[in-house]
């Protein structure tokens, strides 16, 4: 295939601006692209439903509606939250009668008031509620630490 000129790939539009030009091809290209990926992060959503995602406004109510809680602080930039994820959502398919939150510290000014309110300083940090009171507290994220953390409270 021989390799196209300046002239070729841009067209001329209106006055003095260049715009690239896109192929039929490409364009479908593209579409399927975009097709696969919102497929891909369906997937992903109805995979991760076993964890529920916190906001600041649902924080309270989905610890009140739930007897037995188990809610992972976390960020988006921190690592070990990042290792243990994949962990808690397979304890969350395993465990049906606990619940699994996650509140991301750093979404929005009001959760991280609830974590400083929690009293978390280091990252990822697990409170297990029970009746809307907090019962246990694990700092870290190792595995082995985390399931003998849950058990203890089935």
Not at 35 to 60: G, M, P
Not at 73 to 82: A, F, I, L, S, V
Not at 90 to 105: D, R, T
């Amino acid at each position: 295939m021989a390799a196209l000129s300046r002239d070729q790939l841009f067209r001329p539009t209106l006055g003095y601006s260049r715009q690239p030009t896109v192929s039929a091809a490409c364009r479908r290209n593209l579409a399927a692209q975009r097709v696969r990926s919102s497929a891909e992060a369906t997937l992903v959503a109805a995979k991760t439903e076993a964890v529920h995602s916190l906001s600041s406004d649902t924080y309270e109510s989905f610890i009140a509606a739930n007897d037995l809680v188990l809610v992972d602080y976390y960020t988006d930039w921190c690592g070990p939250c990042k290792m243990i994820a994949p962990y808690l959502e397979e304890m969350a398919q395993q465990l049906p009668q606990l619940k699994f939150a996650k509140l991301n510290c750093s979404s929005d000014p009001a959760a991280k008031k609830i974590a400083i309110a929690q009293g978390i300083k280091a990252l990822p940090t697990f409170h297990m509620f029970r009746n809307s009171e907090r019962v246990g507290i694990l700092v870290g994220g190792k595995p082995q630490q985390l399931r003998k953390f849950v058990e203890e409270y089935l």
